[in-house]
């Protein structure tokens, strides 16, 4: 389990996006599309097509982070746009610690995946 400060901002890419993407593809695709600067300690996540794989784009003041977890079955709960043309949402840590262990934001219960014991 992922454990987030409160005063962390965490923004999510609505659209998929090509998990191919490394380092430099997600730093443009915060600053492109997002217009972002992703060196102002927020975290960007975003996911596949499928929602079964997620990454996470993270600067800590000496270096960017990139984690990525996939899911052996199951796909995350997505968060869905609120307004067209919406590119990203805003969500508190607590929502990304609950989204990465499988909560369904909008009934608040658990998805079924896999687990490995």
């Known amino acids: 389990m992922l454990s987030f400060s409160g005063g962390l901002r ?23 599309r997002f217009g972002e600067e992703p060196r102002n300690g927020a975290l960007f996540v975003f996911t596949n097509r499928r929602h079964n794989r997620l990454k996470i784009l993270f600067w800590d003041r000496t270096g960017l982070w990139v984690c990525t977890k996939r899911l052996e079955d199951g796909s995350f709960s997505w968060p869905q ?24 934001l909008r009934g608040a219960k658990l998805r079924p995946w896999y687990q490995c014991e």
């Open 81 to 104: 746009a609120t307004e067209p043309g919406q590119l990203k949402i805003s969500l508190t840590p607590e929502a990304l610690t609950m989204l990465t262990d499988g909560v369904d």
């Open 10 to 32: 965490v923004f999510v890419a609505i659209d998929p996006c090509d998990m191919r993407k490394g380092f430099n593809g997600l730093y443009a695709l915060v600053t492109e």
